[in-house]
């Protein structure tokens, strides 16, 4: 799993304490597991005294638990704050999520671009053991990721490029895609044959396959991935059938 990069100072204006409260927040959700404080501390960069100030605030209102060996976990108050936080999207998407993991035994994630970031909504994991997921909830740079080019393909190229100006092309894999100009060709690509593909462009040896929501605002795609190895060719074509009905019975629904 990804680990949340030591505490940066806030962009102006933003509360560094909120910052610093969700830096902690994050980097317990990212390790899946109870953490002392002095690792908490060391893996966002605070001060321990700093660090355990905030988690006492964050114990005190629900958000964060202490365990009897001294040890922090996230708290159940975050259960309630996110399944008010998920869309109706995600609701509705389940079963088709379910649907599509049946089809192709790989992992189905319904995914939103939320300003310049593509945000995980919904899942179902693979049942196989060896899966590829992202968590639910975890935001990713769209030009690498599959469902993120589906997204980024729905928009204009000048938006395109507002929102390239914001998080830059940064390179992943040798197959990340790094210049604007390659990345408009491939959405142009991408709305020629009608769903995206990332070939290993976040993750070496993943293949993901997308298609948009029509008419979803903000924009959102379904997604499929999982090894290259276990994506055929012949899976892909299927799977594409899959995702192109599923997304058209996802956006029936929400017009209802």
Do not use: W
Request: glycine content about 8%; hydrophobic content about 40%; proline content about 6%.
């Amino acid at each position: 799993m990804e680990s949340c990069p030591p505490f940066q100072a806030p962009p102006d204006g933003a509360v560094q304490s909120v910052a610093r409260a969700f830096a902690i927040l994050e980097e317990l959700a990212d390790a899946n597991a109870e953490l002392p404080l002095a690792d908490i501390a060391a893996a966002t960069g605070l001060a321990q005294p700093t660090a355990h100030r905030l988690l006492k605030t964050l114990q005190g209102l629900g958000y964060a638990r202490q365990s009897d060996s001294r040890t922090y976990g996230l708290g159940p108050g975050l259960i309630a704050l996110g399944n008010r936080a998920a869309p109706q999207l995600a609701t509705r998407a389940q079963p088709l999520l379910n649907e599509l993991e049946e089809l192709s035994q790989e992992t189905a994630n319904l995914v939103i671009l939320d300003g310049s970031m593509a945000v995980y909504v919904a899942q179902q994991p693979s049942r196989h053991q060896m899966r590829m997921f992202t968590e639910v909830g975890r935001r990713v740079l769209p030009h690498c990721a599959g469902a993120g080019k589906a997204m980024l393909a729905t928009l204009s190229e000048a938006r395109v490029r507002e929102i390239t100006d914001i998080t830059g092309l940064p390179r992943f894999t040798s197959t990340t895609i790094t210049s604007s100009r390659a990345l408009l060709a491939e959405l142009r690509d991408t709305r020629r044959r009608g769903y995206a593909l990332d070939e290993g462009e976040r993750e070496v040896g993943v293949r993901c396959i997308a298609v948009a929501i029509p008419g979803s605002s903000p924009p959102a795609a379904l997604s499929v991935s999982g090894p290259a190895a276990r994506i055929t060719e012949d899976m892909t074509r299927r799977i594409v059938e899959a995702l192109h009905g599923a997304a058209a019975r996802l956006a029936l629904s929400t017009g209802d």
